[in-house]
Nanobody
Framework: QVQLVESGGGLVQAGGSLRLSCAAS????????MGWFRQAPGKEREFVAAISRSGGSTYYADSVKGRFTISKDNARNTMYLQMNSLKPEDTATYYC????????????????WGQGTQVTVSS
């Protein structure tokens, strides 16, 4: 098993930046592909970005491509999401997740989840 804890959320103006972190503990970090998802009030949880176990392959939702960057530091057991050019529509609770196998964009395919961190982008 792996335990995940997100941090780095907050309130930022449109056009600003934030970096989210996801610290993992438990089973070896390199055993898992990982992803970031988000959920706005009244909406379903949606895929944001994913990264392979080695960190060598990354995938993004079209809505964040070119603005967000996912990365993984296996030595520190930490995953990051650098968010630039933030928009009000990026406002949501952001969750990190882990799964055995390849990274996927499907919520139900992830086995482990953090508690979430709130990101609010003001216009």
């Amino acid at each position: 098993q792996v335990q995940l804890v997100e941090s780095g959320g907050g309130l930022v103006q449109a056009g600003g930046s934030l970096r989210l972190s996801c610290a993992a503990s438990g089973r070896s970090f390199t055993s898992y592909a990982m992803g970031w998802f988000r959920q706005a009030p009244g909406k379903e949880r949606e895929f944001v970005a994913a990264i392979s176990r080695s960190g060598g392959s990354t995938y993004y939702a079209d809505s964040v491509k070119g603005r967000f960057t996912i990365s993984k530091d296996n030595a520190r057991n930490t995953m990051y999401l650098q968010m630039n050019s933030l928009k009000p529509e990026d406002t949501a609770t952001y969750y990190c997740a882990a799964r055995n196998g390849i990274p996927l964009a499907v919520v139900a395919e992830y086995d482990y989840w953090g508690q979430g961190t709130q990101v609010t982008v003001s216009s």
